[in-house]
């Protein structure tokens, strides 16, 4: 089993959709949880850190369940620009020495 | 440029060559790592230094595969006899962990695509 696990998609949505990508990871204990984004052959970008009490920026809503181990990702009024690959981590240790990538849900976004 | 510098971009290299490539990190970060990307999937972790300190390496990183950060500033990634297997996009990462779990600036480099022929 994979330690961290997403759908790798991909979803196909028209612009203004709403849409929400499903993560789990295996390690209970995991310290610290992100959501970063990564564009065709370009380096992977920070998008969002992720909370237990759940976090907000803009159009982006991340969840974290440590109980059932998942974390999500809502994204409202999806634009042409959020078409990109999402991948959802893990740090098992804290701090941020190594990161636990999943392979990535991919987002289309068309007119 | 401020960034974090990978060097080169891009390399082809016939199967059982030896190849090297360069990560320059952000000048006041400590904390310097290297993870592979196969298509389709997440980055892997590979090592991370703290200064010029190897801390922790993968399993993935076999005895042909050995990173060194000599002066705690820019590091190299040695693949010796490189396999069809290793073609994959190299990244390099650099954070400043100041201590007590605090850490800033977690920025990846853009790359270095490797192919293996």
């Known amino acids: 089993r994979k330690e961290v696990e997403q759908d790798p998609g991909p979803f196909n949505v028209p612009e203004g959709a709403t849409v929400a990508f499903n993560c789990t990871y295996s390690?209970?204990?995991?310290?610290?949880f992100f959501w970063y984004r990564q564009d065709c052959r370009k380096e992977p970008k920070l998008l969002m850190s992720?909370?237990?009490s759940g976090n907000e920026d803009g159009r982006f809503t991340a969840q974290l369940n440590r109980a059932s181990q998942y974390i999500s990702l809502l994204i409202r009024d999806s634009k042409l620009s959020d078409s990109a690959t999402y991948l959802c981590?893990?740090?098992?240790?804290?701090?941020?020495?190594?990161?636990?990538f999943g392979a990535g849900t991919r987002l289309a976004v068309h007119p | 440029d401020t960034g974090v510098s990978q060097d080169p971009r891009h390399k082809i290299t016939k199967r059982g060559q030896n190849v090297t490539f360069r990560c320059d990190p952000i000048?006041?970060?400590?904390?310097l790592y290297w993870y592979r990307q196969t298509l389709g999937q997440g980055p892997e972790f590979l090592t991370y230094?703290?200064?010029?300190?190897?801390?922790?390496k993968s399993r993935l990183l076999s005895d042909r595969f050995s990173a060194e950060r000599p002066k705690g500033s820019f590091s190299t990634l040695e693949i010796q006899r490189t396999e069809q297997g290793d073609s994959a996009m190299y990244l390099c990462?650099?954070?400043?962990?100041?201590?007590?779990?605090?850490?800033?600036?977690?920025?990846f480099g853009s790359g270095t695509r490797l192919t293996v022929v």
């Open positions: 990462a650099s954070s400043l962990e100041a201590g007590r779990g605090h850490y800033y600036g977690y920025t």
């Open positions: 390690n209970s204990a995991s310290q610290s």
């Open positions: 992720v909370y237990s």
């Open positions: 981590v893990v740090n098992p240790e804290g701090g941020y020495n190594k990161l636990i």
């Open positions: 000048s006041e970060h400590n904390r």
């Open positions: 230094f703290q200064n010029e300190a190897q801390l922790e």
